[in-house]
């Protein structure tokens, strides 16, 4: 930006029509700028504005999505994401400091934590009533509203997210029936819960990075609560919690806190920005979260000090799918794998299994192997220096592939090795002509949409990798490995 410099009366007379024109524009746009910078969720002047006059129909300020974007157009722009953070004096909740900032803490603070998350954060006298979805917060001038979870262009995932509302505490407010030193930390497993990968990135990984800060001494109530999901993942929920995980939604309690934090903040899909955190902490601390919280031995994937321990050998687990993306020549691999020297195993983890118990599996692995699909994100309980071989399956999918588990593999400290299909690997050709779109125009598909894309090369798609090429692979995996050094 260029800098302005004062104009003196008499160089204002000696201004031309047009340089006044460009003056007065310049004020305007400094105004637009201000009103941006200090707009409660850092939205442009128009933005603002269209919500200024919607709040003025309703009576309350209200979380706007920014787009309506399909699930694949989102996970490629969320290369981009750019979190604004509130200001300094807005970012600690119940954290110590001057005065001054202790005040300015006490004002609710809604903000968009990111393109796909919307938080909200106030200190002060705060009553949570679970049935009717409301916070009653003092002191608070205006109300808010917020649906918390991370996924806030995908209105679908919205539609199964309860809406929760803060409101200035009145005089006709029920009394306090719980009391809490702890933070309320309100979040949703509505949404796309129930799949692995949303289950992290959507939920628990934005959970880890908002709880955090708190050190344990933080309360998850938890909106649209699913018990199976919940138990699911308890262990995780009790090493960032020092409390209770409650079930807010059918909570007849007021329970109240010093503060409360309405909806998770996330980053980057599988990820933690470390520069975005308050003490730098990053997937490397998340991933020593899990191996606490579920008991895993293995932070490294080296091999065993005894010489006669079968994990002298690498261990290579295949991730097996039989729904679709399935592996047609699985034994084949296996045997092929075994031929190479490694320690083979086969999982096929589904929503019935045991988290704590495939944990410790891919955990024992020094090389994971698996189809594009949910059941790669089990990555996160690999061993740091382990590789992670993801099959894209045909179709133009690299793109999918980069941003889901390519990416990610980098911050968890996880060698990562691809292995594309090629049409002659894939069923698709022997489900269309050779000369259909679906094989010479996979982008025709693309441009199709996130559904016509998802039906054709994820949902009626097989696979039989070549065992010559994918030798290579395993091979490439082995070097990746210290196994081989040792004595």
């Known amino acids: 930006m260029k800098s302005n410099r004062n104009l003196t009366r008499g160089e204002g007379r000696r201004l031309g029509n047009a340089a006044l024109i460009a003056f007065m524009l310049g004020s305007l746009l400094l105004l637009s700028l201000i009103r ?21 129909g309703k009576g309350s300020v209200k979380m706007q999505t920014l787009e309506a974007a399909d699930e694949a157009a989102a996970s490629a722009a969320e290369e981009e994401e750019d979190e604004t953070k509130p200001k300094a004096a807005d970012s600690a909740v119940g954290g110590g400091g001057t005065a001054g900032v202790a005040d300015h803490l006490s004002k609710p603070v809604c903000y968009e934590s990111s393109r796909r998350s919307d938080t909200c954060e106030a200190t002060g006298d705060v009553r949570v009533h679970g049935r009717s979805q409301t916070i009653h917060i003092t002191p608070l001038e205006q109300e808010w509203k917020v649906k918390p979870y991370c996924r806030k262009h995908d ?34 497993t509505g949404g796309f819960t129930g799949n692995p990968f949303h289950d992290y990135t959507d939920v628990l990984i934005p959970a880890f990075i908002t709880a955090h800060r708190f050190a344990g001494e933080v309360q ?16 995780i929920f009790q ?4 409390y209770e995980v409650v079930d807010i939604d059918n909570d007849d309690e007021v329970r109240c806190y010093r503060s409360v934090v309405v909806g998770p903040t996330f980053h980057k899909e599988l990820g933690v920005d470390a520069s975005k955190t308050a003490s730098g902490y990053s997937m490397v601390d998340f991933r020593a979260m899990l191996r606490g919280a579920f008991g895993l031995e293995r932070a490294a994937a080296e091999p065993s000090g005894d010489r006669w321990d079968i994990r002298r050998r690498p261990r290579l687990l295949i991730i097996s799918r039989h729904s679709s993306r399935a592996f047609l020549n699985e034994h084949a691999m296996a045997d092929m794998a075994m031929s190479l020297g490694f320690d083979v195993r086969v999982g096929e983890p589904d929503v019935s299994t045991d988290v704590s118990k495939f944990a410790r599996l891919v955990n024992s692995a020094d090389v994971m192997v698996g189809v594009h699909g949910a059941g790669l994100t089990n990555m996160v309980f690999l061993p740091a220096g382990a590789v992670l071989i993801q099959v894209v399956p045909y179709g133009g999918l690299e793109w999918l592939a980069r941003g889901t588990f390519k990416e990610p593999a980098a911050d968890m400290q996880i060698h990562y090795l691809e292995y594309m299909i090629q049409l002659d690997e894939t069923t698709l050709s022997e489900q269309y002509p050779k000369d259909d779109p679906v094989l010479k125009d996979p982008y025709s598909i693309h441009k199709q949409g996130w559904n016509a894309l998802k039906s054709v090369y994820l949902d009626k798609q097989d696979v039989r990798p070549h065992l010559g090429r994918l030798k290579n692979t395993f091979m490439e995996a082995l070097k990746l490995l210290p196994h081989g050094q040792a004595n």
């Open 36 to 56: 941006a910078r200090f707009s409660p969720i850092g939205k442009p002047g128009d933005a603002i504005e269209a919500e200024e006059q919607q709040a003025m």
């Open 155 to 188: 209105a679908f995932a919205l539609s199964h997210v309860k809406e929760w509302t803060l409101r200035p505490l009145s005089g006709a407010a029920a009394d306090c029936t719980v009391n809490s030193s702890a933070t309320a930390f309100v979040l949703s």
């Open 220 to 235: 998850f109530l938890v909106s649209s609560f699913k018990s199976w999901w919940t138990n699911r993942y308890l262990q």
């Open 239 to 242: 090493r960032l919690s020092k």
